[in-house]
Nanobody, 115 residues
Framework: QVQLVESGGGLVQPGESLRLSCAAS????????MGWYRQAPGKQREMVAVTKRYGSRIYADSVEGRFTLSRDTVKNTVYLDMNDLKLEDTAVYLC?????????WGQGTQVTVSS
């Protein structure tokens, strides 16, 4: 099992930046896949960025070049640095982790981009 605690959402203007954090209750080396999905009102949940156990990363086309996922294996925390935020990035961002074939989710953090 793993518990995930997210933080860092908020209200920003277009072009600004935010950093999301997701702290895991176990070593990242014990987690097969970890990362972020997002869900906007009336839309399907979509993958934003994921990292595999030993560090490879995948990004959605819509955030490539603007968002960066990083890992701190001492703090067991994954970060999502979001730059040049756009109105369409507004959503609830959900951290997830896959352990032994089971997917665990954080509680979600709201990111609102508004002028």
């Amino acid at each position: 099992q793993v518990q995930l605690v997210e933080s860092g959402g908020g209200l920003v203007q277009p072009g600004e930046s935010l950093r999301l954090s997701c702290a895991a209750s176990r070593s990242l080396f014990g987690i097969e896949t970890m990362g972020w999905y997002r869900q906007a009102p009336g839309k399907q949940r979509e993958m934003v960025a994921v990292t595999k156990r030993y560090g490879s990363r995948i990004y959605a086309d819509s955030v490539e070049g603007r968002f960066t996922l990083s890992r701190d294996t001492v703090k067991n925390t994954v970060y999502l640095d979001m730059n040049d935020l756009k109105l369409e990035d507004t959503a609830v961002y959900l951290c997830f982790a896959e352990v032994d074939g089971t997917t665990y989710w954080g509680q979600g953090t709201q990111v609102t981009v508004s002028s």
